[in-house]
């Protein structure tokens, strides 16, 4: 029976824990200043400016003086930006340029990631999905989606997959330089369909998506990069041509996400020439899940999985569902292995979320 008088630690541990809850709920609310801010090109006129009013930020992005003053000084309490302390100026860092205004040349980019808040009816669904079992396929996110995913994993793959991680493979450029054949499987918006096409013009490069969205965007960047040495199919990993085919395949950030991920291995295994090479850039994560409780974005990751990779993963009744922090190296190199694949070596290319693995038959 409760006396009725609550001892002051458990008093002091509920409001420790109101505050960790509260923190979300701030985190939400500088979420969406971040992507108005990004939207809006707040960040980008204040980048290398030095200290600016609220009325000079406004001036810059031809927006309203007073909306702006209440922006930056929540940007202010974020942390985000520094408000001096004698006059009303604020001001961009060059390191929080890099993360949220460079979108071009920053590997660390950061604000393209941060959309407006999710459709209602887009969570009607997925609190749907809680009870039916059957999540949804990233189309349902609709082209805004794919505009999301490109902003939040374009910088990387723009910046790092050609000049920092296809040298790290065995024979893989000087291959393609030659001409190959490439194929992209779940290419999202073609980033690195167009990325591959511009280096290695003697080589032929195919994208594969199952995301009509994805493949529309995807045909849109191709075209204006003016590349004709691409060509973009919207259709799965297991619709891979069923013989020796591709001299390099890449999969990047999506193996996760498929429904059939052992099916789609063996239409890989199927479809690459025996001294062909394999690309994988899966999420970093460890075998025993609690584990991944080491990573301090893995809240960060569980949501990116209830809303979207998970989702996906159970797209199809008896879906494998891995999620994003579900295909760990041992997992992958068995499953490698079971498909027929001879080769897996791990790559830990220092970058937090990822690990890359150069697979081959
Ligand atoms: C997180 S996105 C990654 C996109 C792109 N690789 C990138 O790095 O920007 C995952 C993509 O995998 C695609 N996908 C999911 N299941 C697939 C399958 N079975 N075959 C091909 N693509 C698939 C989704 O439609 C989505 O575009």
């Known amino acids: 029976m409760s006396s009725g008088i609550e001892p002051s630690s458990s008093r002091e541990e509920a409001n420790l824990f109101a505050f960790q809850v509260w923190s979300y709920k701030q985190g939400e609310m500088v979420s969406l200043l971040i992507h108005l801010g990004d ?11 030095g200290p600016l009013t609220a009325e000079g930020i406004a001036a810059r992005a031809g927006l309203d003086a007073r909306w702006v003053l209440e922006w930056v000084r929540g940007q202010a309490a974020a942390g985000l930006v520094r ?8 001001e961009l860092t060059d390191a929080a340029a890099a993360v949220l ?3 071009q040349s920053s590997l660390l980019f950061a604000a393209g990631a941060f959309g407006p808040p999710a459709a209602p009816d887009f969570v009607d669904d997925l609190a749907e999905s809680f009870r039916s079992g059957v ?4 189309d349902r996110q609709g082209p805004a989606g794919v505009h999301r995913t490109e902003r939040m994993l374009g910088p990387w793959t723009r910046l790092a997959l050609v000049p920092r991680i296809l040298p790290a493979l065995d024979g893989v450029v000087a291959k393609l330089e030659q001409g190959g054949v490439v194929a992209d499987v779940g290419c999202g918006a073609g980033v690195a369909v167009v990325a591959m096409a511009k280096r290695f013009p003697r080589s032929r490069v195919h994208g594969y998506d199952i995301s009509r969205h994805a493949i529309e965007r995807a045909h849109q960047l191709v075209a204006d990069a003016g590349l004709d040495n691409v060509t973009l199919h919207n259709s799965g990993a297991c ?5 020796p085919t591709f001299d390099f395949v890449l999969t990047l950030d999506c193996l996760h996400d498929m429904t059939r991920p052992a099916q789609s291995i063996g239409a890989i295994r199927r479809s690459i020439a025996p001294d062909g090479t394999w690309l994988i850039k899966d999420i970093r994560c460890a075998p025993v899940p609690k ?8 809240a960060m990751m569980y949501g990116f999985s ?12 008896d879906g494998a569902g891995l999620g994003t922090l579900g295909l760990h190296p041992e997992l992958l190199g068995r499953m490698c292995a079971d498909a027929g694949f001879s080769r897996f070596d791990l790559h830990d290319i220092d970058e937090p979320a990822n690990l890359y693995y150069e697979v081959r038959p």
Do not use: I
């Open 39 to 49: 939207r809006l090109g707040l960040y980008r006129v204040m980048s290398g400016a």
């Open 83 to 90: 408000w001096d302390d004698d006059d009303d100026r604020f």
């Open 101 to 103: 205004a460079d979108e």
């Open 135 to 138: 999540g949804m396929p990233y």
């Open 239 to 243: 619709d891979l041509p069923d013989e």
């Open 291 to 298: 584990d991944n409780l080491a990573n301090p974005m893995a």
């Open 306 to 317: 209830v809303a979207s990779c998970l989702s996906s993963a159970l797209s199809e009744p």
